[in-house]
Nanobody
Framework: QVQLVESGGGLVQPGGSLRLSCAAS????????MGWYRQAPGKQRELVAV???????NYADSVKGRFTISRDNAKNTVYLQMSSLKPEDTAVYYC??????????????????WGQGTQVTVSS
């Protein structure tokens, strides 16, 4: 089984910074894309940023210039550096791993996985 464990959320004042981390584990051979999504109360989950295995990145317009996504393929870990945070960034942030290839006693399997979410609150 594959697990994605997020960390780094919390309460921060407007204009502040936070760094989220998400580590994937579980007999993983490779991961295609890794990304961050967020869901605010009463709203749909939305893409924040995504990074391919080769390092190609894509961001939501609302976070361009303020957030930076990166990954460490050797550690199966993705990061989200968030700066100049605004109250509207408040949400539960979820990590997602797409195209996870893993080895099991039954063979090689591919799948997509979500983390459990970490709360980010931007408030004075």
């Amino acid at each position: 089984q594959v697990q994605l464990v997020e960390s780094g959320g919390g309460l921060v004042q407007p204009g502040g910074s936070l760094r989220l981390s998400c580590a994937a584990s579980g007999s993983i051979l490779s991961i295609n894309a890794m990304g961050w999504y967020r869901q605010a109360p009463g709203k749909q989950r939305e893409l924040v940023a995504v990074i391919s295995r080769s390092g190609y990145t894509n961001y939501a317009d609302s976070v361009k210039g303020r957030f930076t996504i990166s990954r460490d393929n050797a550690k199966n870990t993705v990061y989200l550096q968030m700066s100049s945070l605004k109250p509207e960034d408040t949400a539960v942030y979820y990590c997602k791993a797409d195209g996870v290839t893993r080895a099991t006693s039954g063979g090689i399997y591919d799948g997509d996985y979500w983390g459990q979410g970490t709360q980010v609150t931007v408030s004075s």
